[in-house]
């Protein structure tokens, strides 16, 4: 049974700083994704990382893809409030069948 | 052009009951699949339809039965509603042969808050 893994799953960090929140998953996959979920709202995707060595970037986040590791990053770089939200990672192993880690609360203070 | 769309927002039921959720998916979409949020919790599979087929199901119990219908839009029943059932249910809709081989991932509508008294 596929397992995915996130940590921190709660982030609290100051307007500024940069800081990077893991998603490890337990077996084979080439298709990852990142959404954002507001509180009280459904989720967003960001990215869709499909290959090993995958790299997306939208502002102030980037995603990575390492399937040899079994590990995706998303890296936040100079945060802002505007990003404080729950991010989840979700990994597919069958078309549109996708496995969501428990999410990372961010929160970014001033 | 519409995205998914689901109703109703909200509804509470107690205990024994059965409910019946709604779901459009978004224009040029033909797949679409169940998700179960508990509170703090990442969504959970529940089930995928296409050509109003179940193709997938994930670790549910019977009583959490679907449907597809000829224009793509789909319903998610439960039945014997329990005090666990409390929960979103986000519906996602895709392309099917996109799902395969593309790069585009589902679009979630805003779901459904489910709440058993």
């Known amino acids: 049974e596929l397992k995915v893994e996130q940590n921190p799953l709660f982030l609290s960090m100051q307007e500024g700083k940069n800081y990077t929140i893991y998603c490890n998953y337990s077996t084979t996959s080439d298709r990852l994704y990142w959404y954002r979920q507001d509180p009280g709202k459904s989720l967003e995707s960001l990215f869709v990382l499909l290959s090993n060595g995958a790299v997306k970037q939208e502002g102030r986040l980037m995603a990575s893809l390492d399937t040899k590791a079994r590990l995706s990053t998303l890296h936040i770089t100079a945060a802002v409030h505007d990003l404080s939200a729950t991010y989840f990672c979700?990994?597919?192993?069958?078309?549109?069948?996708?496995?969501f880690g428990d999410g990372t609360t961010l929160t970014v203070k001033p | 052009d519409a995205g998914v769309t689901q109703s109703p927002t909200h509804l509470i039921k107690t205990r024994g009951q059965q409910v019946t959720l709604r779901c459009s998916p978004k224009s040029g979409h033909d797949t679409v699949s169940w998700y179960q949020q508990a509170l703090g919790q990442g969504p959970q599979f529940i089930f995928q339809y296409y050509e109003e087929e179940e193709r997938q199901r994930g670790n549910f119990p019977d009583r959490f039965s679907g449907h597809q219908f000829p224009n793509y839009s789909s319903e998610l029943n439960v039945n014997a509603l329990l005090l666990g059932d409390s929960a979103l249910y986000l519906c996602?809709?895709?392309?099917?042969?996109?799902?395969?081989?593309?790069?585009?991932?589902?679009?979630f509508g805003d779901g459904t808050r489910l709440s058993i008294l």
């Open positions: 979700a990994v597919d192993t069958n078309a549109g069948k996708s496995t």
């Open positions: 996602a809709s895709s392309f099917w042969r996109q799902g395969i081989r593309g790069n585009q991932p589902q679009h």
